[in-house]
């Protein structure tokens, strides 16, 4: 179903076409994936509340770009996007004299693709993958919020991406002369729903709503390496030069993602909101007792990662409420 009420962009991409300069170039082993941090790095963080003025709060979170080997100078592909957030929270306010009583404050989440946030045009209404995303998020976020303090109202949460990072599987998927999907698109959308998690939590705060604490996202993958790139977080699996468990993957940075995890987690009381793993594990043998499992090492490394990102979240919050203090008027 359209919206004939707009006129829709073209269907194609909305990026020109950039020419190779020879046919070489294209299935040049330059132009593979490579990891340039260490698996235990996770990329820069730049996160902000209050931009929106006319929302009860609100706040804008972007990562930094993967870095590109100096191999891929002249190349025919893009380098790979950044992930770039924005959130607006609207309420509480009353809901309406229709609707039911609730006891508790009525949450709802909107996650939405901006036409322009990846290489193939997206629509303007909301597809399964962006109600799926809506859904994960609204579970990460329920357990946050005294939803007991606020009855009968409503909140909307609304999170727009920017501009997203599954570009990057055709990337690799042209340079390996193959279309590989599959478990790097999933990494791709779990690393936009850990973003949201943690801008939700930004602009939640912003907005004065009571938490029980901060929740922030984070993302951990199982991925094959070659030997010579086996410096991992954690090793597993029987082929140890092979297997990794790395922090904050990217689609440009592995070759093979066998499974992700994205966890949304709160510090101060050790508690998990949210837990979404898809892939394989590697076949492994059965692990000996005092050891985990490889689900067991994903998580951990997944609760590491949103660890990472809360220090972040603190400091923008802590940043926000000094400004906040300034430019309060003094009482005379």
């Known amino acids: 179903m359209t919206d004939r009420r707009r006129v829709n962009g073209p269907s194609g991409g909305t990026e020109p076409p950039v020419f190779a300069l020879s046919s070489d170039s294209i299935t040049s082993s330059s132009h593979r994936a490579t990891r340039l941090r260490d698996s235990t790095d996770l990329r820069k963080i730049f996160l902000k509340t209050g931009l929106t003025p006319s929302a009860s709060g609100s706040a804008y979170l972007e990562l930094e770009k993967a870095p ?44 939405k693709f901006a036409p322009f946030a990846t290489r193939l045009r997206r629509g303007y209404l909301r597809d399964a993958s962006e109600r799926d995303l809506a859904v994960h998020l609204e579970t990460a976020l329920r357990g946050v919020i005294f939803g007991e303090r606020w009855p009968k109202s409503g909140v909307d949460i609304i999170v727009t991406v920017l501009e997203g ?101 709160l510090q101060s009381r050790d508690e ?51 400004l906040r203090m300034q430019s309060k008027p003094s009482d005379d």
């Open 68 to 111: 590109v080997p100096s191999t891929q100078g002249a190349s025919f592909f893009s380098a790979p996007p950044a992930l770039k957030l924005t959130c607006t929270v609207h309420g509480p306010r009353p809901l309406p004299r229709a609707a039911p009583f609730t006891s508790k404050l009525l949450l709802t989440t909107h996650v």
């Open 165 to 265: 990072e599954e570009d990057a599987v055709r990337v690799n998927a042209l340079a390996d002369g193959e279309d590989r999907k599959g478990g790097n698109a999933v990494c791709g959308m779990m690393s936009i729903l850990s973003g949201c998690i943690t801008v939700a939590s930004a602009a939640i705060v912003d907005a004065g709503l009571d938490c029980i604490d901060l929740v922030s996202g984070g993302v951990a993958a199982i991925v094959r390496q070659p030997a010579a790139e086996s410096n991992s977080y954690e090793k597993t699996g029987e082929d140890e030069s092979e297997i990794q468990i790395v922090l904050d993957p990217t689609e440009s940075d592995h070759g093979e993602i066998l499974s992700t995890c994205v966890v949304g987690y």
């Open 272 to 322: 998990v909101t949210e837990l979404w793993m898809s892939g394989s594990s590697p076949s492994m043998s059965q692990p000996s007792s005092g050891s985990q499992s490889n689900v067991s090492l994903l998580v951990d490394g997944a609760v590491q990662a949103a660890i990472a990102a809360r220090h972040v979240l603190s400091e923008a919050i802590k940043e926000s409420m000094e």
